[in-house]
Structure formats: C-alpha cells, structure tokens
C-alpha cells in the first residue's frame, strides 16, 4: 500500500499537472523507484524487527502467524533487518545527495531508527508507539513531497509547488489519523497477549471500554475532517463528491458503529480490516484530482 499511494502520488497527482500548472518534480522515473524502494526496504525492515520483539505476545494473540523461530531464525531476522535498513538508508542517502539537498538524509535514518526503538521499547508505552508509528507511515507519504518538490522550487513555481505539497499533506494527515486507530483498535485486540508480556498500551491502562471511546473520538474527528475537506475543496465535483461519500465517508461511519458494539477479538479484527479498506480508498482518491484542480 506504501508504493501504491507513492506511485499514485507521483503519476496521478504531480505527473499530470506539469504542463497545465507548472508542477516541477526532481526524480526522474529511475531515481523515483529508487525512493519507493528505500521507502520499502525501511519498511520491511520495520515489520522484521517489530515480529522478533514480539514473540511473546504473538504466541498469545496471533500463534498461527507466527514467523521467526518458525519459518526464520531470530539471528537470521535481525540479519535480514540490518540488510533491509543499510539498503534502505544507503539508497536514502544516494538520492539526498542526487536532488542536491543532503541533509534530507536525516528523514531515512528517522525512519529507520523510529521504527526499531518503537518495536524494541516504545510499543510498551502508552499512546506513545501508537503515534510513532502513525507518524512514520504519514512520512512515507510527505517524504515524496519533500523529494520531489521542494528541492527544484524557486522564486516561479514556489506557490503550486506548495499548493501540491499541502495536497500530499493532507493526505498524510489522513494516514496518520487511520492508523492511529488502527494502531488502538489492534491493542484492544490484542489485550490479552500485551498484558501478559507486560505491556502498558491504551487498552490495559484505562480499559476496552474507554479505548473503545478514545478510538471512537478519533475516528469521529477524521469523519468531520474528511466531510470538511470534501465540502471546501472538493464541492463542485459530483463524481469526487459521490466517491468520498461512497467509499471513505460512509465505512468510517460504519467503523463509528461498530466501535461502540465491539466486545470481542474478532470484531476488533473486522475493524482492523475495515479500516486498512478506508486507507486504501482514501488514498486511492488521488486519481481523481485531475477532475478537480
């Protein structure tokens, strides 16, 4: 999904405008896989070392899943995580210094080191991981802004290329507030298995049924924004205006519903999943743009 909302970035909403807005972008195609690849490998790298650290819980929570000391062994997962992040830092590396701007470095490495001290103690914390790692999937998002924009911006194109730059904001914003709850609703899900590894997430520590609320006032707060961002941008498109309605704003309705009737694990999965569908159909929107600047 990371790739897909990049690509989508790139060639659905900067690509098109070069001509009629005078949109400027640094990356060439070459260069721009490059960026979607050290995103990945980041990524990936994050998902190897987060299963390791967890073990303990996923024996409870999820034991069918279950991959290292299974499939891998816990030395060869923290070997194949060093590789993904030298790969994805290098890379981060290489094409800071290409569009000339090599401090951008530092936004690789944050990553990098976010989402392993996340895994390794963070996660225990209450609220805290849960946002960390909302705000690494919103820099995957911002970070193609950050490349492609801003290092070729001057005097001329300063005012669209912020204008795209504010679009991809937005859109990181949304994916930082979904995955915020996500993030919650999955320790609900996951209660037991944190609370024996000794865990202090939102749902041990003030309880399922006031995480339940905490997760239904942030999912209430991403409804009002969306309903705002659509009547004051996007009001005059009927087609845009209908597929908000259809496909974003309606499920998280629907999650609003179901979060003050969920009671056991497997409707806090269905939510889960619910929610990944809405990250996808909201970020999948940004095909439509071409209708609407």
């Known amino acids: 999904m990371i790739a897909l909302v990049q690509y989508l970035i790139k060639y659905a909403l900067l690509l098109p405008f070069t001509e009629s807005h005078g949109v400027m972008t640094s990356l060439d195609h070459f260069h721009f896989a490059l960026l979607v690849l050290s995103t990945m490998c980041i ?12 073990l303990t819980t996923d024996a409870i929570n999820k034991p069918e899943k279950i991959i290292i000391n299974r499939q891998i062994s ?8 060093m590789v993904l992040n030298i790969i994805g830092v290098v890379l981060g590396f290489y094409l800071a210094n290409h569009v000339g701007k090599s401090a951008l470095f530092v936004v690789f490495f944050a990553a990098s080191a976010l989402l392993y001290i996340y895994a390794s103690a963070l996660k225990q914390m209450l609220l805290v991981g849960n946002i960390v790692v909302s705000v690494v999937i919103a820099l995957s998002i911002l970070t193609i802004g950050i490349f492609e924009l801003f290092p070729i911006m001057n005097a001329n194109n300063k005012s669209v290329q912020i204008l795209f730059f504010n679009i991809i ?3 990181a914003i949304f994916a930082f507030a979904i995955n915020l709850v996500r993030e919650i609703i999955k320790d609900i899900e996951d209660i037991d298995g944190d609370h024996k590894a000794g865990m202090n997430t939102l749902p041990i ?27 004051t941008y996007l009001f005059t498109q009927q087609l845009v205006i209908g597929y908000f309605l259809i496909l974003v704003i309606a499920p998280l309705i629907y999650v609003c519903i179901k979060i003050f009737n969920a009671e056991h694990k497997g409707q806090y999965n269905h939510i889960s999943q619910i929610l990944k569908l809405i990250m996808l159909t909201g970020m999948l929107s940004l095909a439509l743009y071409k209708f609407v600047i």
């Open 43 to 54: 990524a990936a790298g994050g998902y190897v070392i987060n299963d390791i650290y967890d």
């Open 205 to 231: 520590a003030i309880g399922r049924e006031r995480a339940n609320k905490v997760a239904f006032i942030v999912v209430l707060l991403t409804l009002f924004s969306v309903i705002y961002y659509v009547i």
């Open 169 to 171: 904001r937005d859109y």
């Open 74 to 81: 816990e030395k060869n997962g923290f070997t194949i995580f």
